[in-house]
């Protein structure tokens, strides 16, 4: 992986990095970030719950939607529209739903049983297993408002 300039990381990380909590130098970000990542990704299999799937079914009703927006590939989502749940991969901003849930109770169901290894896409093509995929780490961090770059450093990085 190539070494990231100062310019890069405030460019992509300015926006996380002004509703962080923990402060970070470009230089700490740019060693994290130029690691050699052979590490695997480490398996969690608790399940979300039924308390954590209700407070991200209210929070999605309440218009705000799961999941990164940039150009290409962009992840894993989960968005509300018209009475409907969808979870899918989403490309350039836009999320195609891989699965639809019609109302909250099944939606509900669905992710209290699911766990952060449960949606990684590990038996999937290299390129998606683990790629900005739907974790705890990033629910929890949908709920209070806190930033992508705190969850792929607690999650990879181990800070």
């Not at 901003?93 to 639809?100: A, K, R, V």
């Not at 209290?112 to 038996?123: E, H, I, K, V, Y």
């Not at 929890?140 to 800070?159: A, P, Q, W």
Request: proline residues 1%.
């Amino acid at each position: 992986m190539s070494k990231f300039t100062s310019e890069q990381v405030d460019c992509f990380f300015l926006r996380d990095r002004q509703n962080w909590n923990v402060s970070l130098s470009n230089d700490k970000i740019n060693t994290i970030m130029t690691q050699d990542d052979s590490q695997e990704f480490v398996p969690e299999t608790v399940l979300f719950g039924t308390t954590l799937a209700i407070a991200v079914a209210t929070k999605l009703r309440s218009g705000l939607s799961f999941g990164y927006s940039h150009r290409d590939y962009c992840g894993m989502g989960i968005l509300f529209q018209e009475g409907m749940y969808y979870y899918g991969e989403i490309w350039d901003g836009y999320l195609e739903p891989m699965l639809s849930f019609e109302g909250e109770v099944a939606f509900i169901a669905w992710l209290a049983m699911q766990s952060t290894s449960s949606l990684a896409r590990l038996d999937d093509e290299e390129f998606f297993r683990g790629n900005q995929i739907v974790s705890r780490l990033r629910l929890e961090g949908f709920l209070e408002g806190t930033s992508s770059i705190r969850d792929y450093l607690l999650l990879y990085h181990k800070l």
